[in-house]
């Protein structure tokens, strides 16, 4: 192999994370192995979001030489599934460790059927190298809870290839016979064969900048959901290769305010005309609109019926519908923050509340009817507001044991629970 | 095995009544029950079904249990109700006359020929106060046999185990007493009630319902061992609705009731008595216009306090009953418990909006699926305001049809039809009808809500 491919092969490390779950009603930590690669002589190491989040708390990371060293967080970016890391450099240095690094390679000259290497640690088994062409360049794969529980996809395509790809490769590089690092590899198909998926290097570049500048990648929003117009043209009397059809419209979003429609046809935002025939078009377009700064000004040229016409609407910043989580020690349960994404989807009147992840079983919470999936709307008359608010109860609870009454939803209903000490 | 053994203990147990007794009560009370026979057509399939019911009326008018028809039914689905007399392969012809809102019972009526043979249940009520069974106290009841048996009859016996406030006053028997929606004595054969629908077996596990869920029930479609006291039944015989849909119906149009449980009611200080919280209150309802908020807990109607039930849930029945029993223009004194506050709220009830079941509908065989009116019930289902409520959804959508290869799907709310906003159920038929009339029309176009996400849908007809 090249120069470049044995070089790359030492900057390719064993990422062991140890992160905290909530899912059971209570803190439990979970330990996973993914894989990364060391992008820069101040040790930033890429990975997947979904190997490390702001839900780990020990990064450990296994260099080429078999040396462990620890690392932070800098930051992560769901949308991508990609997270950055930094290797503790002072420890590196007291000990004398020595890594090498990757470099990027042009992932938009990639071919379908060029050959490529993926590298990384699959079922914990370090520097392993998989080996298969670019299956496709340009593959849409949008998923509401690929990264654990958070929404990936919508803003970019994905390199599809066949070499091997297995849990534990995440996080891993995607590399052309050079050793350039073309992609990022993040998952494959469960069930199938050699269907493996990675971020392009093109992609990982900019979300790289980003989080080393930020700590995260602010998008905007406008709350529309594009759909392909495939075959549809016709029937809009659409001339071919424009326009992208609006699917459907978060309600109480800016788009929703503006007065857009679920079945209206976009044209236009800012007069940048936008075609949405096929599904890989739709991630730049949605793009188009999260790198737009929060509370700019687009404007929306439309279509419905015959009707073309223009609209004002006034982005805001993209939340997830992933809330922050807690968990309440001493009631036996575990929650999350309604966050407003989630408030909408769920056609909720506000984002007041938080909702169960668990309940642990003969704790106050399970004893008083609680289960996984209620939103508690009250605590003692008072409106949810925040976590803080429910964690401030559960403080009050700790130091003096009293009945508490809580108001929580199911479904459409609501019900009354009371947690006794 | 189990039906053997039942019958086993009932023969030995029938040697504590007076032999010669039973033998008369059995052969006269018998003329009160009957079998019944229909048949559902819907779409695309034809399937017969079998209820028992009780006679009522020297007009031959026979109540079925509510569970008799499948509540999805339309009226206008159910056919050719046929009467049949324990043991008699013989069949006579009825008409359904509508469901009851209150007791859910089913009106049916025998034609004229076979009322000579029937014999009303009033007959064998007790001439003074109905008396509630006592526990342990012995009862007898009338099972038939399926269709293939001529629906021949045998006896079950047990004794009372139980009786409690569903919120009807139920009593519970040891065994099987009576199949679902026939008739219970004593052994002096006085009609102590009528036997509820698929009662679970084990009824302990019916009493210990999980807060929210639903209790769980092992059943025996054929024989019950629950029984609605005669004080709940009697009163109501004469409820013959005057219309298949059993209108007019009272509606309160509060969204939701939950229970309150023993601890919340001690928290908030309301031991002797129960509550229900109101989770929504409907666009335009009685309740709404009484000034009721979401979120309020009622506590009282017309100054009576809600009583404790056991289980906890009961509660929720008895405030919708209390609606039910009432009729539209009815007055209403609902005390409500709004954050620390007490309010009165004066609701009068209103006529209940269109239901799904009385909605319009339409099939259309070559495109593959029934257009149904959008109703009041589809705007509070799917959370928009009444007034955007237009167009039509699809009720039905026959497998492997053009409309199903496309995509579309039961409760789909077809919001344009190529392109033209569907404004009301009648312009959504017209341009239906001409579309399954055109058989050059080689494709069409839906849009599609479902779940708050739109969809187009390309119907392509050759």
């Given at each position: 192999?090249?120069?470049?491919?044995?070089?790359?092969?030492?900057?390719?490390?064993?990422?062991?994370?140890?992160?905290?779950?909530?899912?059971?009603?209570?803190?439990?930590?979970?330990?996973?192995?993914?894989?990364?690669?060391?992008?820069?002589?101040?040790?930033?190491?890429?990975?997947?979001?979904?190997?490390?989040?702001?839900?780990?708390?020990?990064?450990?990371?296994?260099?080429?030489?078999?040396?462990?060293?620890?690392?932070?967080?800098?930051?992560?970016?769901?949308?991508?599934?990609?997270?950055?890391?930094?290797?503790?450099?002072?420890?590196?240095?007291?000990?004398?460790?020595?890594?090498?690094t990757a470099e990027f390679g042009d992932s938009s000259k990639l071919f379908p059927g060029q050959t490529v290497f993926a590298v990384g640690t699959p079922h914990g088994l370090t520097r392993t190298v998989t080996r298969g062409i670019i299956s496709n360049n340009n593959r849409y794969?949008?998923?509401?809870?690929?990264?654990?529980?958070?929404?990936?996809?919508?803003?970019?395509?994905?390199?599809?290839?066949?070499?091997?790809?297995?849990?534990?490769?995440?996080?891993?590089?995607?590399?052309?016979?050079?050793?350039?690092?073309?992609?990022?590899?993040?998952?494959?198909?469960?069930?199938?064969?050699?269907?493996?998926?990675?971020?392009?290097?093109?992609?990982?570049?900019?979300?790289?900048?980003?989080?080393?500048?930020?700590?995260?990648?602010?998008?905007?929003?406008?709350?529309?959901?594009?759909?392909?117009?495939?075959?549809?043209?016709?029937?809009?009397?659409?001339?071919?290769?424009?326009?992208?059809?609006?699917?459907?419209?978060?309600?109480?979003?800016?788009?929703?305010?503006?007065?857009?429609?679920?079945?209206?046809?976009?044209?236009?935002?800012?007069?940048?005309?936008?075609?949405?025939?096929?599904?890989?078009?739709?991630?730049?377009?949605?793009?188009?609109?999260?790198?737009?700064?929060?509370?700019?000004?687009?404007?929306?040229?439309?279509?419905?019926?015959?009707?073309?016409?223009?609209?004002?609407?006034?982005?805001?910043?993209?939340?997830?519908?992933?809330?922050?989580?807690?968990?309440?020690?001493?009631?036996?349960?575990?929650?999350?923050?309604?966050?407003?994404?989630?408030?909408?989807?769920?056609?909720?009147?506000?984002?007041?509340?938080?909702?169960?992840?668990?309940?642990?079983?003969?704790?106050?919470?399970?004893?008083?009817?609680?289960?996984?999936?209620?939103?508690?709307?009250?605590?003692?008359?008072?409106?949810?507001?925040?976590?803080?608010?429910?964690?401030?109860?559960?403080?009050?609870?700790?130091?003096?044991?009293?009945?508490?009454?809580?108001?929580?939803?199911?479904?459409?209903?609501?019900?009354?629970?009371?947690?006794?000490? | 095995?189990?039906?053997?053994?039942?019958?086993?203990?009932?023969?030995?147990?029938?040697?504590?009544?007076?032999?010669?007794?039973?033998?008369?009560?059995?052969?006269?009370?018998?003329?009160?029950?009957?079998?019944?026979?229909?048949?559902?057509?819907?779409?695309?399939?034809?399937?017969?079904?079998?209820?028992?019911?009780?006679?009522?009326?020297?007009?031959?008018?026979?109540?079925?249990?509510?569970?008799?028809?499948?509540?999805?039914?339309?009226?206008?689905?159910?056919?050719?109700?046929?009467?049949?007399?324990?043991?008699?392969?013989?069949?006579?012809?009825?008409?359904?006359?509508?469901?009851?809102?209150?007791?859910?019972?089913?009106?049916?009526?025998?034609?004229?020929?076979?009322?000579?043979?029937?014999?009303?249940?009033?007959?064998?009520?007790?001439?003074?106060?109905?008396?509630?069974?006592?526990?342990?106290?012995?009862?007898?009841?009338?099972?038939?046999?399926?269709?293939?048996?001529?629906?021949?009859?045998?006896?079950?016996?047990?004794?009372?185990?139980?009786?409690?406030?569903?919120?009807?006053?139920?009593?519970?028997?040891?065994?099987?007493?009576?199949?679902?929606?026939?008739?219970?004595?004593?052994?002096?054969?006085?009609?102590?009630?009528?036997?509820?629908?698929?009662?679970?077996?084990?009824?302990?596990?019916?009493?210990?319902?999980?807060?929210?869920?639903?209790?769980?029930?092992?059943?025996?479609?054929?024989?019950?061992?629950?029984?609605?006291?005669?004080?709940?039944?009697?009163?109501?015989?004469?409820?013959?609705?005057?219309?298949?849909?059993?209108?007019?119906?009272?509606?309160?149009?509060?969204?939701?009731?939950?229970?309150?449980?023993?601890?919340?009611?001690?928290?908030?200080?309301?031991?002797?008595?129960?509550?229900?919280?109101?989770?929504?209150?409907?666009?335009?309802?009685?309740?709404?216009?009484?000034?009721?908020?979401?979120?309020?807990?009622?506590?009282?109607?017309?100054?009576?306090?809600?009583?404790?039930?056991?289980?906890?849930?009961?509660?929720?029945?008895?405030?919708?009953?209390?609606?039910?029993?009432?009729?539209?223009?009815?007055?209403?004194?609902?005390?409500?418990?709004?954050?620390?506050?007490?309010?009165?709220?004066?609701?009068?009830?209103?006529?209940?909006?269109?239901?799904?079941?009385?909605?319009?509908?339409?099939?259309?065989?070559?495109?593959?699926?029934?257009?149904?009116?959008?109703?009041?019930?589809?705007?509070?289902?799917?959370?928009?305001?009444?007034a955007e409520g237009s167009g039509v959804v699809a009720h039905f959508v026959k497998p492997n049809s053009p409309a199903a290869i496309a995509g579309l799907r039961t409760d789909d709310w077809i919001k344009e039809i190529d392109g033209v906003e569907t404004k009301s159920f009648e312009?959504?038929?017209?341009?239906?009808?001409?579309?399954?009339?055109?058989?050059?029309?080689?494709?069409?176009?839906?849009?599609?809500?479902?779940?708050?996400?739109?969809?187009?849908?390309?119907?392509?007809?050759?």
């Open positions: 192999m090249s120069k470049g491919f044995n070089q790359l092969l030492d900057a390719v490390v064993r990422i062991d994370v140890r992160e905290v779950a909530f899912e059971s009603g209570a803190r439990r930590y979970a330990a996973s192995i993914g894989s990364g690669v060391i992008l820069s002589a101040d040790a930033l190491v890429l990975t997947n979001a979904h190997v490390a989040s702001p839900r780990a708390v020990e990064l450990s990371i296994t260099l080429s030489n078999l040396e462990r060293v620890s690392a932070k967080l800098v930051g992560w970016d769901h949308w991508t599934d990609l997270a950055l890391l930094r290797i503790d450099v002072a420890d590196a240095k007291r000990r004398g460790l020595k890594f090498a794969f949008e998923d509401t809870t690929g990264v654990n529980g958070y929404e990936t996809g919508a803003f970019n395509t994905w390199l599809q290839t066949d070499a091997a790809i297995n849990p534990g490769n995440s996080g891993g590089p995607l590399v052309n016979e050079d050793g350039r690092v073309v992609g990022i590899n993040s998952r494959g198909y469960l069930g199938a064969n050699n269907l493996g998926f990675a971020i392009p290097a093109a992609i990982a570049k900019k979300i790289v900048a980003g989080l080393v500048q930020d700590g995260a990648i602010t998008r905007s929003t406008i709350g529309l959901v594009p759909g392909a117009l495939q075959d549809l043209e016709n029937f809009y009397s659409l001339a071919l290769n424009t326009g992208v059809l609006i699917n459907s419209i978060a309600p109480g979003s800016p788009a929703a305010r503006a007065g857009l429609r679920g079945g209206d046809i976009l044209l236009a935002i800012d007069g940048i005309k936008v075609d949405g025939r096929f599904p890989e078009q739709l991630p730049p377009i949605q793009n188009l609109i999260a790198s737009q700064p929060v509370g700019a000004k687009l404007k929306l040229t439309y279509r419905r019926g015959a009707q073309i016409a223009d609209v004002i609407v006034v982005t805001e910043k993209l939340e997830s519908s992933v809330g922050e989580e807690w968990a309440l020690e001493k009631w036996g349960m575990s929650v999350r923050k309604v966050s407003r994404t989630y408030a909408r989807v769920n056609q909720l009147t506000s984002d007041a509340g938080v909702i169960v992840l668990g309940v642990q079983s003969g704790f106050p919470a399970e004893v008083a009817g609680l289960s996984r999936g209620d939103i508690i709307t009250k605590i003692n008359q008072q409106p949810v507001e925040s976590l803080a608010v429910v964690q401030a109860a559960h403080t009050a609870f700790e130091a003096k044991p009293a009945p508490t009454l809580l108001e929580a939803q199911r479904d459409r209903r609501v019900s009354l629970y009371i947690l006794k000490p | 095995m189990k039906r053997l053994c039942l019958f086993i203990v009932a023969m030995i147990s029938l040697t504590a009544l007076r032999a010669a007794e039973l033998p008369a009560l059995w052969a006269e009370r018998l003329k009160s029950v009957v079998a019944v026979e229909y048949f559902t057509e819907t779409e695309t399939d034809r399937r017969p079904s079998v209820a028992y019911g009780v006679v009522v009326d020297a007009q031959g008018t026979i109540i079925l249990p509510s569970a008799a028809i499948d509540p999805r039914a339309v009226p206008s689905q159910l056919k050719e109700f046929k009467v049949y007399l324990p043991g008699d392969p013989a069949s006579a012809t009825a008409e359904y006359l509508g469901q009851d809102a209150l007791t859910g019972w089913h009106f049916v009526r025998a034609e004229e020929r076979l009322r000579a043979q029937l014999t009303p249940i009033t007959k064998f009520a007790s001439a003074s106060a109905t008396p509630e069974p006592a526990l342990a106290e012995d009862v007898w009841g009338i099972g038939l046999r399926n269709k293939d048996e001529d629906f021949t009859p045998y006896l079950l016996k047990s004794h009372i185990a139980l009786i409690q406030s569903l919120p009807q006053r139920t009593a519970i028997a040891q065994h099987e007493v009576a199949g679902p929606g026939l008739p219970v004595f004593n052994r002096e054969g006085v009609f102590m009630g009528l036997a509820a629908t698929s009662f679970g077996q084990t009824f302990l596990q019916f009493s210990r319902s999980e807060r929210g869920g639903s209790p769980t029930m092992l059943i025996n479609v054929e024989e019950s061992s629950a029984f609605q006291v005669a004080e709940e039944v009697l009163p109501y015989l004469g409820r013959v609705p005057k219309n298949a849909f059993g209108r007019p119906l009272a509606w309160l149009g509060a969204y939701g009731f939950e229970p309150m449980d023993r601890e919340v009611a001690k928290f908030l200080k309301l031991e002797s008595q129960s509550g229900a919280v109101v989770s929504e209150v409907l666009e335009g309802s009685p309740a709404e216009k009484a000034g009721m908020q979401a979120r309020d807990i009622v506590l009282a109607i017309n100054g009576q306090p809600l009583p404790r039930f056991k289980p906890d849930r009961v509660v929720v029945s008895y405030v919708e009953r209390e609606v039910e029993r009432r009729a539209p223009g009815d007055t209403l004194t609902l005390t409500v418990l709004r954050g620390a506050e007490r309010v009165d709220l004066k609701a009068t009830l209103g006529d209940e909006p269109k239901l799904m079941r009385e909605a319009a509908r339409k099939y259309y065989e070559r495109l593959g699926f029934t257009a149904r009116e959008f109703v009041y019930g589809d705007a509070v289902a799917r959370r928009v305001k009444v312009a959504a038929t017209e341009k239906l009808a001409a579309t399954e009339a055109d058989t050059l029309r080689s494709e069409f176009v839906l849009l599609v809500s479902r779940g708050g996400e739109t969809a187009v849908l390309r119907v392509k007809l050759k």
